[in-house]
């Protein structure tokens, strides 16, 4: 089952699938379209972020998405999981998500803390580093060294960060196209 963290897909099942599978479909094609032109230099950067994950344990495959308010989906991705712990033992689990950003720094201090907590193993697959100085942007506005540190403390406490390779992208792919997740059974 696919679900979307807002409306109109929480909680959608069946024949609420079934009948709305073209904008469901839709709806995936935006998240991967953001995955593809996340970061690409010079030119605009999509300003939605998105998190994908499996929940551990099941079928479900979730989609965040930064809300209007501006809480990140690396954090609603945090809140989600704290819920799952609380009836289930995470406890050295391997949790992989993939991101179209890097997490900004304060998110990065939020999944090392929740790693530390539960004691779980994270890798993050982004598809681009988010607002981080590189030699070819260091003209460009917006770049914050809090997100490089973050990058840093996610790698000091054995947190891979990685981009995505050819098995990530055909992973998101997967993930995000497989027909019983975007269309019920």
């Known amino acids: 089952m696919y679900i979307r963290d807002c409306s109109p897909f ?10 709305n599978k073209d904008q469901i479909r839709e709806y995936g094609q935006t998240v991967f379209d ?9 030119a605009e ?12 344990g099941t079928d479900d495959v979730r989609v965040l998405e ?10 609603k991705l945090i809140e989600e999981l704290k819920q799952i712990a609380y009836k289930e033992d995470l406890r050295d689990a391997s949790l992989v998500f993939y991101a179209n950003y890097t997490p900004c720094g304060r998110c990065a201090d939020e999944i090392i803390s929740f790693k530390d907590e ?3 193993n994270f ?15 260091r003209h460009c506005k917006g770049f914050s060294r809090e997100n490089e ?10 947190i891979k960060v990685r981009g995505f390779d050819w098995n990530h992208w055909a992973k998101l792919i997967y993930l995000m196209n497989d027909a019983s997740n975007l269309a019920g059974r």
């Not at 929480?10 to 009948?19: K, Q």
């Not at 953001?34 to 010079?42: D, I």
């Not at 890798?123 to 942007?137: D, L, N, W």
């Open 118 to 120: 539960y004691d779980v």
């Open 34 to 42: 953001n995955f593809l032109r996340s970061g690409l230099h010079g």
């Open 123 to 137: 890798e993050i697959v982004a598809a681009a580093p988010y607002m981080v100085s590189r030699a070819s942007c």
């Open 10 to 19: 929480v909680g959608t099942s069946g024949r609420y699938e079934e009948e």
């Open 45 to 56: 950067w999509p300003h939605s972020a998105y998190v994908v994950f499996k929940r551990p």
């Open 66 to 75: 930064n809300s209007p308010e501006g809480v990140h989906a690396e954090i």
């Open 149 to 158: 540190h973050g990058l840093r403390r996610l790698s000091e406490n054995k």
